[in-house]
Nanobody, 115 residues
Framework: QVQLVESGGGLVQPGGSLRLSCAAS????????MSWHRQAPGKERELVAR???????NYADSVKGRFTISRDNAKNTVYLQMNSPKPEDTAIYYC?????????WGQGTQVTVSS
């Protein structure tokens, strides 16, 4: 069955950096688009970034220029590099299968941006 396991979350200072990882299994990873989403307390879950199987990327305006999504098909892993995070980036971050629509979700990893 499809499994997505996020890691790398934690506490980061504003202006710092953090890299999230999502290890995938149970499907042919190289054939599938992937995405990162986040949900802050009291807010709806929102798309952060997504990447096609060929490596094309798309970002939410709020993170464009600061976050980078990438994938390593040899490791069945998708990454989210978070540079210059802001307090408003604090949320639970989820990876998911799919580019145009979500198929499966990971369990999420908490990211807290605070000094």
């Amino acid at each position: 069955q499809v499994q997505l396991v996020e890691s790398g979350g934690g506490l980061v200072q504003p202006g710092g950096s953090l890299r999230l990882s999502c290890a995938a299994s149970g499907f042919t990873f190289s054939n599938v688009g992937m995405s990162w989403h986040r949900q802050a307390p009291g807010k709806e879950r929102e798309l952060v970034a997504r990447i096609t199987s060929a490596g094309a990327t798309n970002y939410a305006d709020s993170v464009k220029g600061r976050f980078t999504i990438s994938r390593d098909n040899a490791k069945n892993t998708v990454y989210l590099q978070m540079n210059s995070p802001k307090p408003e980036d604090t949320a639970i971050y989820y990876c998911a299968t799919g580019f145009w629509s979500v198929g499966n979700w990971g369990q999420g990893t908490q990211v807290t941006v605070s000094s």
